[in-house]
């Protein structure tokens, strides 16, 4: 029965430090620790990593996410956790997704521009859109 839970207490750990890193760099921001505002490349840095974190969502969301194997009729959630191929696909799509949230978030405390907020914002809801249960029902 623990080895059943551990992929949705991950998840919830996970998503755990992602909404940690996001609060804690909204706090710095709001409260004037930003070092590149002002700074001639500060745009330049919020669009570049607000790219970059926009494609690691597409690529979790259109590539490796379709990778996931399903579940089978007659395998039972445990198995299907059990099962490597299974496990490692998961893994990858909340990993690649959890990198664009710090990422953005990053982008977010370097320069204070508000489109790595917005990009973290989408990491996270994709992330919680991908939670556990999504992958045993399909």
Request: charged content about 10%.
């Amino acid at each position: 029965m623990a080895a059943a839970n551990a992929p949705s207490m991950l998840h919830q750990v996970l998503l755990v430090g992602q909404l940690g890193v996001a609060a804690v760099f909204l706090l710095l921001n709001f409260r004037g620790i930003v070092p590149l505002q002002g700074a001639g490349s500060a745009s330049l840095v919020a669009y570049v990593l607000s790219g970059i974190c926009t494609l690691q969502i597409v690529a979790a969301l259109l590539v490796l996410r379709p990778r996931v194997p399903t579940r089978g009729t007659g395998q039972s959630v445990e198995q299907f956790w059990s099962t490597p191929s299974s496990t490692q696909a998961v893994l990858l799509v909340w990993f690649v997704l959890e990198s664009a949230t710090v990422l953005s978030s990053v982008g977010f405390l370097l320069t204070g521009e508000p489109l790595p907020a917005v990009v973290a914002g989408a990491a996270i809801l994709a992330f919680i859109w991908n939670k556990p249960d999504t992958f045993e029902e399909r």
